[in-house]
Nanobody
Framework: VQLQASGGGLVQPGSSLTLSCTAS??????????MGWFRQAPGKEREFVAA?????????YADSVKGRFTISRDNAKNEEVYLQMNSPKPEDTAVYYC?????????????????WGQGTLVTVSS
C-alpha cells in the first residue's frame, strides 16, 4: 500500500490550501480504512491534525485547527482524502502526512495507523 500526499507549498497567512492524499495498492480497498492527517513542525514531534472514518460521517480535529481545517474523502471516484486549510497561520508550517488505519472508526493516535505517506511540506509565510 502506498499513500501519496500532495498539494503542499508556500501559502500566505489567511489564505487557503488543500492537501490531497491518494492511496494505491493491489489489495487496498479504500473504504476499509479510516484516514488521518498528522504534521511535524521543525524541531517538534509529529502531532495529530484531523481524522475521518470510512464513509466520511465522522470527523475529529486537533483543537489548534478546529474551525479552520476540514478533512473530507471521496470514496466514489478518486479514492482520495483531503485536508482543506483555511486561514492558515505561520504555526501551521510543517510537513503534513496522511495515514490509513484498517477499520471503520477514526483515531487520533499515531500507533493506530497502519500505513503512512511520505509527507508534503506546507510553509505559511508572508
Amino acid at each position: 500500500v502506498q499513500l501519496q500526499a500532495s498539494g503542499g507549498g508556500l501559502v500566505q497567512p489567511g489564505s487557503s490550501l488543500t492537501l490531497s492524499c491518494t492511496a494505491s495498492g493491489g489489495d487496498f480497498t479504500f473504504t476499509d480504512y479510516s484516514m488521518g492527517w498528522f504534521r511535524q513542525a521543525p524541531g517538534k514531534e509529529r502531532e495529530f491534525v484531523a481524522a475521518i472514518n470510512w464513509d466520511g460521517s465522522s470527523t475529529s480535529y486537533a483543537d489548534s485547527v478546529k474551525g479552520r481545517f476540514t478533512i473530507s474523502r471521496d470514496n466514489a471516484k478518486n479514492e482520495e482524502v483531503y485536508l482543506q486549510m483555511n486561514s492558515p497561520k505561520p504555526e501551521d508550517t510543517a510537513v503534513y502526512y496522511c495515514a490509513a488505519r484498517a477499520g471503520w472508526g477514526q483515531s487520533k493516535r499515531e500507533r493506530d495507523y497502519d500505513y503512512w505517506g511520505q509527507g508534503t511540506l506546507v510553509t505559511v509565510s508572508s
